[in-house]
């Protein structure tokens, strides 16, 4: 953004911006907090997103947000800002790893990726299996019983959510373990065939930009 866009969003002078970008100056914590709220704002953030996703033969291609290091990082600021005391972060190989991986460390939290062949270890090893609607065909994924375990407080995180169907498979692992869900944090929503399908838990949905198809 230009420091005119930033200056008229946080109501702050551009000379004094320019000095908290090139750190001739430091913010207040107050002020710091207050500048982190307003731009990681989802309807800020949506905007950053639209700039970077590319439609091709009616599929969505999220490349260009998945190879750009600061704006993932806002992402999962979106995430920390958005839910509370996470003791986990799961996702699915391989295109939720990136960003998991940021909201986790912000968390101070695991990172658990349910991968969808048996990952080589000693541990015990969950399993939990879904139909995927294209191509339709049996899904199975597996997490080490390692990185998902019993009363831990689980955020699933995702590049995309679509049908809903993989999160409702990693909903279902994470009862199964005995841990509790903290909530879903997905930048991107795909239609509203979701909604059905995590009927239940859509208060604890974040998304952030949502393309009706």
């Not at 695991?110 to 048996?118: N, Q, S, T, W």
């Not at 609607?133 to 831990?152: A, F, H, M, Q």
Request: charged share 25%; proline share 5%.
């Amino acid at each position: 953004m230009k420091y005119r866009e930033l200056s008229e969003l946080v109501k702050i002078p551009p000379p004094a911006i320019w000095r908290y970008i090139t750190l001739k100056i430091v913010p207040s914590y107050e002020r710091a907090e207050s500048l982190i709220r307003i731009l990681t704002s989802r309807e800020i953030v949506a905007d950053i997103l639209k700039r970077h996703i590319r439609f091709r033969d009616d599929a969505v291609d999220v490349s260009g947000v998945l190879s750009n290091i600061p704006l993932l990082k806002i992402l999962a600021y979106v995430a920390y800002f958005s839910f509370d005391e996470v003791d986990t972060v799961l996702t699915v190989e391989l295109d939720g790893v990136p960003i998991a991986t940021l909201v986790a460390d912000l968390f101070k939290s695991k990172l658990a990726v349910a991968r969808k062949g048996i990952p080589f270890t000693s541990d015990e090893v969950y399993e939990v299996e879904y139909v995927s609607r294209d191509p339709p065909s049996i899904v199975r994924l597996y997490v080490t019983s390692s990185g998902l375990k019993k009363r831990e407080r689980v955020l699933i995180v995702d590049d995309i959510i679509r049908s809903g169907r993989t999160t409702a498979a990693m909903l279902k692992l994470i009862k199964s373990v005995g841990a509790s869900l903290v909530g879903v944090f997905s930048p991107i929503a795909i239609g509203v065939s979701w909604h059905k399908t995590l009927e239940g838990y859509l208060d604890k949905v974040v998304t952030i930009l949502n393309f009706e198809g």
